[in-house]
Nanobody, 125 residues
Framework: QVQLVESGGGLVQAGGSLRLSCAASVRGFSDYRMGWFRQAPGKEREFVAAIRWNAGSVFYAGSVKGRFAISRDTAKKTVYLQMNSLKPEDTAVYYC??????????????????WGQGTQVTVSA
């Protein structure tokens, strides 16, 4: 059983920061991968970042590397996405996702089997 609830979206000016949170209830799996994706209007959902729950190893899309940071708090069962130096092109609905079957595929949407409801991030110029 997996439940994911995102929070922390909002409106921010270009150059600003936001932190997204994903409260993750993942039962019955000893290890899994958590990911953040985003979808802008008229565009496909795209990978942003991922973290392996046990090992903490992280992966980033090239477009956010150096600006965004994914982390997790195992005690709070929460995944975070710290977003700095935000740009208008970062505007999108951001989704938290869980992959309960660990493979070498990290960035594909079909590698994740559970999704949150999404949170809107809007970056004004």
């Amino acid at each position: 059983q997996v439940q994911l609830v995102e929070s922390g979206g909002g409106l921010v000016q270009a150059g600003g920061s936001l932190r997204l949170s994903c409260a993750a209830s993942v039962r019955g799996f000893s290890d899994y991968r958590m990911g953040w994706f985003r979808q802008a209007p008229g565009k496909e959902r795209e990978f942003v970042a991922a973290i392996r729950w046990n090992a903490g190893s992280v992966f980033y899309a090239g477009s956010v590397k150096g600006r965004f940071a994914i982390s997790r708090d195992t005690a709070k069962k929460t995944v975070y996405l710290q977003m700095n130096s935000l740009k208008p092109e970062d505007t999108a609905v951001y989704y938290c996702a869980a992959s309960t079957v660990i493979t070498s595929v990290v960035a594909a949407t079909n590698a994740y089997d559970y999704w949150g409801q999404g949170t809107q991030v809007t970056v004004s110029a």
